[in-house]
């Protein structure tokens, strides 16, 4: 099945410093989503790209997405400690359900 | 506040035993979802329900059962048949079926298999 996978599988900043983590997937999307993963919690969606979009932003996220590359990263911009967290990616396969990655482990010090 | 309830969070279940976890929404989101996840994983998809009374067996289907009587809910049977249930269970919702929209999930259930 259709799986985004992320890279790398962990990183750790200190605040402040920008956190960039990446998603390939295998096959043509019509979007692909970016959630977080506070440890012991559920999914919290942070923000959706469309096939037909380069890049978006929502507050200190910024997304982009490269169709030809089948690729995608995730930008946090000034990080804070409490955006430790896990990020996965996830694309939807061919009936709609979305595909989810091994995620990244983002841990940021103070 | 709409949202997606589970419960329990943790459970505790000696080996042979059936347990249920439930998974409630208040959304009136037409689409639900059970995943499974495990440490340093990403989320497998277990089974899923676009209508009521309709559920599909997911990636990893075997040793688990649902049932969708209610648009509310959509609970999870986790069988003595499952051979490795120790996981966090994810149930997730959609607004609609098929669409490969945003998720609304809940706060997990965590099972530990004794």
């Known amino acids: 099945s259709q799986q985004g996978e992320e890279d790398p599988q962990a990183l750790s900043i200190q605040e402040g410093e920008n956190a960039t983590m990446n998603c390939s997937y295998k096959t043509s999307i019509n979007n692909l989503q970016w959630y977080r993963q506070n440890s012991g919690r559920g999914l919290v969606h942070l923000i959706l790209i469309r096939s037909n979009e380069r890049e978006k932003h929502s507050g200190r996220l910024r997304v982009t997405l490269d169709t030809s590359k089948k690729s995608s990263s995730l930008l946090i911009t000034a990080s804070r400690a409490a955006d430790t967290a896990s990020y996965f990616c996830a694309t939807p396969d061919s009936w709609g359900k979305l595909q989810f990655g091994a995620g990244t482990q983002v841990v940021v010090t103070p | 506040d709409g949202g997606i309830t589970q419960s329990p969070k943790y459970l505790f279940r000696k080996e042979g035993q059936n347990v249920t976890l439930s998974c409630e929404q208040n959304l009136n989101h037409d689409a639900m979802y059970w995943y499974r996840q495990d440490p340093g994983q990403g989320l497998r998809l277990i089974y899923y329900?676009?209508?009521?009374?309709?559920?599909q067996k997911g990636d990893i289907a075997e040793g688990y059962s649902v049932s969708r009587e209610k648009k509310e809910s959509f609970p999870l049977t986790v069988t003595s048949a499952q051979k490795n249930p120790t996981a966090f269970y994810l149930c997730?919702?959609?607004?609609?079926?098929?669409?490969?929209?945003?998720?609304?999930f809940g706060e997990g259930s965590r099972l530990t298999v004794l």
């Open positions: 997730a919702s959609s607004i609609q079926r098929g669409a490969g929209g945003e998720l609304f």
């Open positions: 329900s676009q209508i009521v009374n309709d559920f």
